[in-house]
């Protein structure tokens, strides 16, 4: 909500800006309503537009089909980090949002008032006076010596003005033009917009823009019909000492300035406006651009897939059952052959170390059997190793953070699935995250035949600091053991 009205505000400054260095001076009257009251509307309406750009995906590695692994330590729940802030407020507290509500409900409902004490105002002054038709308004004739002033089509005038019929003709004829192009429209939606919108300060501004316009156009408007400039001049002049009765209304003598008299004698050049109007343009485009929201998508690029060679449907779905791959690049290289007292100790380590309770093996193993296990494994060539499971002995992956980018692209939870340590997350609670919050993250793209295929296409793992701690102790290597491989297929489902 303070990102809009700071956006709608700033662009009604930059427009209404434009409108006083380049339109104003100006005789287009017509065309200066329109833009004023165009540039209100589209400044608040285009903080609320919202575009999508659509980006390419970067390219991410298919996920590698690992055996079946079983950890040596039990793993921690993974623990979301506490976010860093301020505490929360005590039940009974009153929020600082609230508290916003309220001011801004109080100022609103006091500004609502005076609109309609305005409006009485007006009305109070027709009772009791009489009412003439005239033209297409209503001429309320008043006792008191009040400026003449028009609301609707309505025109308010003195009896001794009515009486002078030189000032009675001028007067006329000006709120006439007030009446006839519904000057009072525009006047009651500034003010209806400053009752609900006040925070917006250009809208004071505008209402001025506005107000003075309308009576450069009605001062036109007499000019062309009567045609003598100096009387009329003379005429504002006598009457700049009344003031204003309710800001509602439109009134002969508001802003009483040299702007207004110079107006009337100044010629305007088609050639001119005409440019300046077709620069209005590309303001309007930058605008946009400028003010408009914008969001991110990706496109979906498929991986690319290596050729294939052809082979029977039984031998595809032998393969595809298999309980491991063949890709065992991360075990330790083969040795020269462990002696039988070497294999009776690292049985003897593995024995003591298994825990087969539950559902799966789980092995506990200290520093110093890690380092045993790691010299007797190494001894042993091809045929000692399909006796016992695979150890793999990982050294700690180097810390890599996420950019703010990243943590903004992964939050779409059509594409990408999250999760932080071994606990899937929600998407949205990114943003309770800072790219600092984790030091490393793993992004994989999910095969076809994956459970969560079609819900999402990206996995991504990231890891805070203490669940990093807890993979790699102390930097030492993480000892990961496999299954050993029978080469059987698993039993189809029935």
């Known amino acids: 909500m303070i990102t809009y009205i700071i956006k709608s505000a700033v662009c ?95 100022i609103t409902l006091f500004l609502l008032i005076r609109f309609i004490r305005n409006l009485v105002r007006i009305r109070s002054a027709m009772a009791g006076n009489p009412i003439l038709p005239y033209q297409q308004a209503q001429l309320i004739l008043v006792n008191n010596d009040m400026p003449v002033h028009s609301f609707l089509h309505y025109v308010f005038m003195s009896q001794a003005d009515y ?4 000032t009675r003709n001028a007067l006329l004829t000006h709120e006439l033009s007030h009446v006839r192009q519904k000057h009072s429209w525009d006047i009651l939606f500034i003010e209806l917009l400053q009752v609900f919108c006040w925070l917006n300060p250009s809208l004071i501004f505008y209402k001025k823009a506005i107000q003075l316009n309308h009576e450069l156009q009605a001062d036109d408007t007499v000019i062309k019909t009567h045609g003598d400039i100096r009387s009329y001049q003379h005429l504002l002049l006598d009457k700049i000492q009344q003031r204003q009765i309710i800001p509602l209304t439109s009134s002969f003598n508001y802003f009483i ?110 520093a110093e059997q890690r380092k045993q296990l790691k010299t007797l494994y190494s001894a042993m060539n091809a045929e000692q190793r399909k006796q016992y499971p695979m150890l793999m002995f990982i050294k700690p992956r180097p810390k890599k953070s996420p950019t703010a980018a990243d943590l903004q692209r992964w939050s779409d939870p059509k594409m990408y699935g999250v999760w932080i340590g071994s606990k899937r997350v929600d998407n949205a609670e990114l943003a309770n995250y800072k790219p600092e919050d984790f030091v490393l993250y793993d992004e994989s793209r999910l095969a076809n ?5 079609g819900k999402h296409y ?30 059987k297929p698993r039993p189809k489902a029935k």
């Open 257 to 366: 300035t040299k702007k207004r008299l110079t107006m009337m004698t100044r010629s305007s050049n088609p050639t001119r406006i005409t440019c300046l109007q077709l620069a209005l343009l590309p303001l309007f485009l930058v605008a946009v651009f400028l003010f408009s929201g914008r969001t991110y998508a990706q496109t979906k690029n498929a991986p690319e897939k290596k050729p294939q060679p052809t082979t029977s449907p039984e031998k595809k779905r032998q393969e595809a059952d298999t309980t491991v791959p063949r890709i065992v690049s991360f075990a330790l290289p083969l040795g020269p052959g462990a002696s039988p007292e070497q294999l009776d100790e690292f049985k003897s380590i593995l024995g003591k170390s298994a825990d087969t309770s539950g559902k799966s093996i789980i092995y506990k193993f200290s």
């Open 458 to 487: 990206v996995q991504v793992s990231l890891y805070t600091s203490p669940q990093y701690d807890a993979m790699y102790k102390d930097g030492e290597e993480s000892l990961v053991i496999l299954k050993p491989y029978t080469g």
């Open 12 to 106: 009604s400054m930059l427009l209404l800006l434009v409108y006083r260095l380049l339109l104003q001076r100006e005789k287009m009257y017509a065309f200066n309503r329109f833009y004023l009251l165009f540039s209100i509307l589209f400044s608040l309406l285009v903080p609320l537009l919202s575009f999508q750009i659509t980006q390419q995906a970067p390219a991410i590695i298919e996920d590698l089909y690992l055996p079946v692994i079983i950890p040596l330590e039990p793993e921690a729940q993974a623990q979301p980090q506490a976010i860093t802030g301020s505490p929360a407020p005590p039940p009974n507290a009153i929020s600082l949002s609230f508290l916003a509500i309220i001011i801004y409900a109080l």
């Open 449 to 453: 035949n994956a459970v969560n295929y």
């Open 163 to 166: 009486n002078d019929p030189p």
